[in-house]
């Protein structure tokens, strides 16, 4: 009885199975469906022989809430906040962060002004109530929200993350006498900061009925053809989430469709003793980037939808990922200054590039991976899918004419531009976050991933890239990796000095008991429970916080420990330190995992070098030009071979490129480890 990982991107879906009994592992990828995405899923369960009523556990991987947020197709929403603060999402927080540009507007918030409707009531900062809630104005809200037609209510009260009894009053009522969804804020962010809250329980309000709809009709695809398991989706936290969770909280699936990929690349960099590594996976539409720390992944605790310049706050543990607009499919054209332009307009799934002969005339990466002998038309997909050349060419030819050039030229400057902009991701994951890119490795996957991480690490100056098994379905494949998972936050906001450190260890403990309480419901066999201890901690009168991972030992650190872990903290991330000033603990964190049964990596078999063979054609290295370069089927490359650049590793989802001064060895559990040459 299979555990299945399904990813749903832009261009392509995977899926990844895993029998617990015997280790089995089987994979099939297809196109992506739009709008009726889970035909994709049916076709690769045909593909990977699976019946559907053998699967006990489902794992899904979803764009549905980052595609609704940023296209604007949420449900119409209203807002029901304490009197004098219905403006609160158009003032925010009043900065500028472009303060040069004449033309600057934020997004326009999720809920006009005419759908905010304020109701007397008032807690204090303390949690004490000042001012109970108005019945018979609640009543009125509750008529003309019935009036509006909105299909969805959010409810967020000044200081309700203290106390949310009014909350949960008011979200009762509504739940009674409307037939919207409705989202109160205590149950998706219990942190300060009025703005960021009432902002991430609008957008929760205006994703509810698209995930609804959505997985309603997924799973009862699957269902009519006989899967009778359970539905678990993929957190933007890096964990799963219940099919229950997300219903109630269908926010946590921002960042859904990214998280397995990192999963994974975690658990290749503890597998292969790498310490400190950068996920890249490039796929048919974007090229995303997290570090990944002593095997634990980057998560933010403030993540914005459309960028921090000018988009929305969303309140909630997310991977802190750094997303840009290039993918196989990315389209090459003008610009209005007559420049060549990459991304991010892209050609998805439908047509799909040029090359795919599926009616796509214009160019893209893809188009021009082939273009320059770095993909084999006849062995695209393993075979299955064949590319056309002609119709790269005649894509290429009808932008590069525009510039007086070859059409193998723009393919080049295709490639080189997409590169400078994908290492630009990995420049902000690592050195605007204090890190050195050197001291890392670079964990490459997605279908594009491979073909394109050694140029993007030597731009950065990285020298190790890992290619690990099934790049080209690591997207699902991470999910298997993945624990069950559970963030869970206590606001405090008190000295260092003069704190309680008994309180602090109260709350710690009450949040471990509630987060186990959760992992227990789940009803699957959980091999252990790890819980792991975080404080935001600030400079007095500083207005933001550095997030300071605590001792694993499950033990409150003395108050000199704690000033240690945060000055050593803050001086990695600004430089410096300020002795002598006081501390402030803001609030409390949690992570709660609970671990299953996962694929083990299994050893290779060792062959010698005269067991090697390969193959050979022209491929095009920006350092050379085009040259001979040898290809590798990877199925025939046994643990400890080595290979020399320039060359090919293909398989039958992805192709892995190394340059002429590079050098590989696949190492026991099948990984390409590649050390870049001295052009790095």
């Known amino acids: 009885m299979p555990i299945v990982a399904i990813d749903i991107g832009g261009t392509f879906t995977d899926l990844a199975s895993l029998d617990p009994q015997t280790g089995a592992l089987k994979f099939s990828k297809s196109l992506t469906t739009p709008p009726n995405f889970e035909q994709g899923a049916r076709d690769c369960l045909e593909l990977a022989g699976i019946e559907a009523e053998t699967i006990t556990v489902l794992r899904h991987g979803t764009t549905v809430v980052i595609n609704a947020l940023l296209e604007r197709k949420g449900a119409a929403t209203a807002l029901v906040t304490t009197e004098g603060f219905r403006d609160?999402?158009?003032?925010?927080?009043?900065?500028?962060?472009?303060?040069?540009?004449?033309?600057?507007?934020?997004?326009?918030?999720?809920?006009?002004?005419?759908?905010?409707?304020?109701?007397?009531?008032?807690?204090?900062?303390?949690?004490?109530?000042?001012?109970?809630?108005?019945?018979?104005?609640?009543?009125?809200?509750?008529?003309?929200?019935?009036?509006?037609?909105?299909?969805a209510v959010a409810v967020c009260f000044l200081h309700a993350w203290r106390n949310p009894l009014h909350e949960i009053e008011v979200g009762n009522y509504l739940r009674e006498h409307t037939d919207c969804f409705v989202s109160c804020s205590h149950e998706i962010s219990r942190e300060l900061r009025e703005f960021e809250r009432t902002t991430t329980t609008a957008l929760n309000a205006y994703v509810g009925p698209a995930v609804e709809r959505y997985i309603a009709r997924f799973d009862g695809k699957l269902r009519e053809n006989g899967f009778t398991g359970r539905l678990y989706l993929m957190g933007s936290n890096g964990g799963v989430l219940t099919e229950e969770d997300t219903l109630h909280r269908p926010l946590l699936l921002v960042e859904s469709g990214p998280v397995g990929g990192v999963a994974g690349a975690a658990e290749i960099g503890r597998r292969a003793d790498l310490g400190n590594v950068v996920a890249f996976d490039m796929g048919g539409t974007t090229a995303k980037a997290v570090l990944i720390e002593d095997g634990e992944a980057a998560v933010s605790p403030l993540y914005w939808v459309g960028g921090y310049d000018r988009g929305y706050p969303v309140q909630a543990a997310v991977l802190d990922i750094v997303e840009v607009g290039f993918g196989g499919g990315s389209i090459a054209s003008v610009s209005d200054l007559g420049s060549l332009q990459v991304g991010p307009r892209s050609a998805g799934a439908v047509p799909g590039p040029a090359c795919y002969g599926r009616g796509g005339t214009e160019p893209t990466v893809t188009d021009a991976n082939l273009m320059l002998g770095r993909l084999d038309a006849e062995r695209f997909l393993g075979g299955n899918m064949r590319l056309d050349l002609g119709q790269a060419q005649s894509a290429l030819e009808s932008v590069s004419s525009a510039f007086g050039q070859s059409a193998a030229a723009l393919a080049a400057g295709i490639l080189q531009v997409a590169t400078v902009n994908m290492a630009n991701a990995v420049r902000k994951v690592t050195l605007e976050r204090g890190f050195d890119p050197r001291d890392f490795a670079m964990v490459a996957f997605g279908g594009a991933g491979p073909l394109h991480a050694v140029a993007v690490a030597r731009e950065i100056g990285m020298r190790t890239v890992v290619i690990p098994p099934q790049p080209g379905h690591f997207s699902a494949y991470g999910m298997l990796f993945a624990d069950f998972r559970y963030d869970l936050t206590s606001t405090i906001i008190g000295q260092l000095e003069t704190i309680d450190l008994d309180d602090v260890e109260a709350r710690f403990a009450e949040m471990e008991r509630e987060g186990g309480s959760r992992v227990d419901k789940l009803g699957l066999p959980i091999e252990s429970i790890g819980f792991t201890r975080y404080a935001e901690m600030r400079y007095r009168r500083q207005e933001y916080t550095i997030k300071v991972r605590l001792p694993d030992d499950g033990k409150i650190p003395g108050k000199a420990a704690l000033r240690q872990l945060f000055e050593d903290a803050y001086q990695r991330r600004y430089g410096h330190t300020t002795r002598n000033m006081d501390i402030e603990i803001v609030m409390l964190r949690i992570v709660v995992a609970g671990r299953t049964a996962r694929p083990q990596l299994g050893l290779r078999s060792r062959a010698t070098a005269a067991d090697l063979t390969y193959g050979e054609r022209p491929i095009w290295y920006s350092s050379t030009g085009t040259i001979a370069a040898k290809v590798w089927q990877r199925s025939d490359l046994p643990a400890g071979c080595r290979l020399t650049g320039p060359g090919v590793v293909e398989e039958e989802a992805s192709t892995t490129v190394l340059g002429p001064q590079d050098t590989a060895v696949i190492d026991e559990i099948g990984n390409i480890v590649i050390t870049l040459g001295s052009e790095a």
């Open 88 to 151: 609160i999402l158009e003032i925010g927080r009043g900065n500028r962060p472009e303060g040069f540009n004449l033309f600057y507007e934020r997004l326009p918030p999720v809920v006009p002004r005419e759908l905010r409707f304020d109701l007397p009531e008032r807690m204090d900062a303390r949690g004490n109530v000042l001012k109970s809630v108005d019945r018979e104005a609640l009543a009125r809200v509750a008529a003309r929200i019935r009036e509006t037609g909105v299909d």
